[in-house]
């Protein structure tokens, strides 16, 4: 009888359905929460101990982690929401980056996928590959002819990895106060667009942008 107060009553009939219920508790408590959460804190909701729990994560940091892998598609899928429409590269890429920094602060287990660790930032977190192919399946989402300005597959993944290190740094250091959200668009618009335009063929270059507009 024991066995059957944990779990809700309804133990999992193998290990994987175990590891499926713990990640989704974890995604459960982080939502409803919007902060990180402990390895005690999903035991309890689930009604076992954390041993239990432990059996198939060894550390918070390994269980936010299939949390945040569990929640990519439906984060892209929102991301893509966002920016339809936006054709121009730095008005895509300015609301990505700006979204992104303001959804992993709401849930900060999509954060893990670009720090190595939701408890501080991880040197090499954004620059790992896994943090490159989020951010590459990213931008391919947006509606922009990457092509048309002068992107490859080598370029676009050298872009990525820019605009990784850029968010690093508002995760390093966000300032003091930190930047509105328009604020931080002005400043990605003038200083990370001018990069982002620097592979464009001067043709394809729109005429009049986000990054003229915001550096008069």
Request: with cysteine; net charge negative; hydrophobic share 40%.
């Amino acid at each position: 009888m024991a066995r059957r107060r944990g779990w809700g009553g309804s133990p999992p009939e193998n290990d994987d359905e175990a590891s499926r219920r713990i990640v989704s508790a974890a995604v459960d408590l982080i939502g409803r929460t919007g902060s990180a959460i402990s390895i005690a804190d999903v035991a309890e909701s689930l009604g076992v101990i954390r041993q239990t729990v432990y059996r198939y994560f060894p550390s918070a940091d390994a269980l936010m982690r299939a949390a945040a892998i569990a929640s990519v598609d439906g984060f892209l899928a929102r991301l893509a929401r966002h920016i339809r429409g936006l054709e121009d590269p730095v008005d895509a890429m300015t609301e990505g980056v700006v979204y992104t920094l303001a959804e992993v602060r709401r849930t900060p287990h999509l954060g893990i996928l670009l720090t190595g660790t939701y408890s501080n930032v991880h040197p090499d977190g954004l620059t790992s590959e896994e943090a490159r192919e989020f951010g590459m399946t990213m931008i391919k989402r947006f509606d922009v002819d990457w092509a048309r300005y002068g992107y490859d597959d080598a370029a676009l993944g050298e872009l990525v990895e820019y605009v990784l290190r850029t968010m690093q740094s508002f995760f390093v250091s966000p300032g003091n106060p930190p930047r509105s959200d328009d604020d931080l668009r002005r400043y990605l618009r003038r200083w990370m667009g001018t990069a982002i335009l620097a592979q464009c063929p001067t043709a394809a270059r729109p005429s009049a942008g986000g990054v003229r507009e915001d550096s008069a």
